[in-house]
């Protein structure tokens, strides 16, 4: 079965709206950490934001947020007013367990495209 | 600003050549660095987890005599992918963690576009 899984291979978002893009993992350790990265068609990855297992509070992070449902194993990343510049592959991961263990577990990504 | 750096961005080059793609932390020391491979419209893959001063692990499936990973210093990792093949092409990028802590994310370097023709 799939750790992580991104549903939705592209969406479309008009600029300055808001934009939901749908992360669901699957693990039976407690501890683990759910990260949004970015993508642009350069290339290089970009970090947006961490969530972790036993956080308390949804992450917020700019115009980036996380709706965390752990009963339902979901992380949800949500855009706020949509820039052109936010065109790009997002991908949801996955880190589990603690200690040293830094491995990340990747999902298929999700190419947003935001039109003017 | 970049806290990770990758080098080459680009490589082209013949079957049969061996290609080093190095990876540098630049204002910290990454004991521990990965390496990962991007085919195109895909997801990264997790090729090998690079230890400073200790033999990579690699995942299953990859070939360790094929992906050489030297992790010789506390600031550089290198893959040197041997004697490349038409199939080896494709996004190859390493990351590394700033500090250790289940909340610390992986930062990445830009990414070296591998081209064997």
């Known amino acids: 079965a799939q750790k992580i899984t991104q549903t939705q291979p592209g969406m479309f978002v008009q600029e300055k709206e808001a934009v939901t893009l749908d992360c669901t993992y699957d693990?039976?350790?407690?501890?683990?950490?759910l990260f949004w990265y970015k993508q642009p068609s350069s290339g290089e990855m970009i970090f947006l934001i961490y969530?972790?297992?036993?956080?308390?509070q949804n992450a917020t992070e700019g115009r980036y947020s996380l709706n965390f449902q752990k009963a339902r194993k979901s992380a949800n990343l949500v855009i706020s007013a949509s820039q052109l510049g936010d065109s790009a592959m997002y991908f949801c991961?996955?880190?589990?367990?603690?200690?040293?263990?830094?491995?990340?577990?990747f999902g298929k990504g999700t190419l947003l495209t935001v039109n003017p | 600003g970049a806290v990770v750096s990758q080098h080459p961005s680009w490589v082209i080059c013949k079957s049969g050549t061996s290609v080093k793609i190095e990876c540098r932390s630049l204002?910290?020391?990454?004991?521990?660095m990965f390496w990962y491979r991007q085919f195109p419209k895909q997801s990264l893959m997790l090729m090998a987890t690079?230890?400073?001063?200790?033999?990579?692990?690699?995942e299953q499936g990859v070939e360790k005599d094929k992906f050489l990973i030297n992790h010789a210093s506390l600031t550089l990792s290198t893959l040197t992918v041997t004697s490349a093949h038409p199939e080896d092409s494709s996004f190859y990028i390493c990351?590394?963690?700033?500090?250790?802590?289940?909340?610390?994310?992986?930062?990445f370097g830009d990414g070296t576009r591998l081209s064997i023709l």
């Open positions: 990351s590394a963690s700033r500090r250790q802590g289940r909340n610390q994310p992986q930062h």
């Open positions: 693990t039976s350790d407690p501890s683990y950490g």
């Open positions: 969530q972790g297992s036993y956080d308390q």
């Open positions: 991961a996955m880190r589990e367990g603690g200690g040293s263990n830094y491995k990340l577990t």
């Open positions: 204002d910290f020391q990454a004991t521990t």
């Open positions: 690079s230890n400073e001063g200790s033999k990579a692990t690699y």
